[in-house]
């Protein structure tokens, strides 16, 4: 059974850092995914994506992070680093891991919280 469990999150006053983690396990390992990414819902928002990285190791990011978020990828674990933190970046954030024919999988989500 696959999962995914974050770590990280919190409150930051703007300006700050910080890094999320997202563990998975179940998976071969997360080079095989067809892409592995995090995701947020601000409050009274759609789900947007924040980053993701491709099985072939693209990275592509949401507009408002690029410069300031970068996406990394382990054998089982996936890291969201967040530097420059905004207020408009607090949100629930959630990691996600696309198997292709296998699925598609939801971390439980981790709250950012950034103060100005």
């Known amino acids: 059974q696959v999962q995914l469990m974050l770590s990280g999150g919190g409150l930051v006053q703007a300006g700050g850092s910080l890094r999320l983690s997202c563990v998975a396990s179940g998976i071969i390992n997360l080079f095989s995914c067809e892409s592995v990414g995090w995701y947020r819902q601000a409050p009274g928002k759609e789900r947007e994506l924040v980053a993701a990285k491709t099985r072939g190791g693209t990275s592509n990011y949401a507009d408002s992070v690029k410069g300031r978020f970068t996406i990394s990828r382990g054998l089982n674990t996936v890291y969201l680093q967040m530097n420059s933190l905004k207020s408009e970046d607090t949100a629930i954030y959630y990691c996600?891991?696309?198997?292709?024919?296998?699925?598609?999988?939801w971390g439980q989500g981790t709250q950012v919280t950034v103060s100005s």
């Open positions: 996600n891991a696309d198997l292709g024919a296998r699925g598609t999988y």
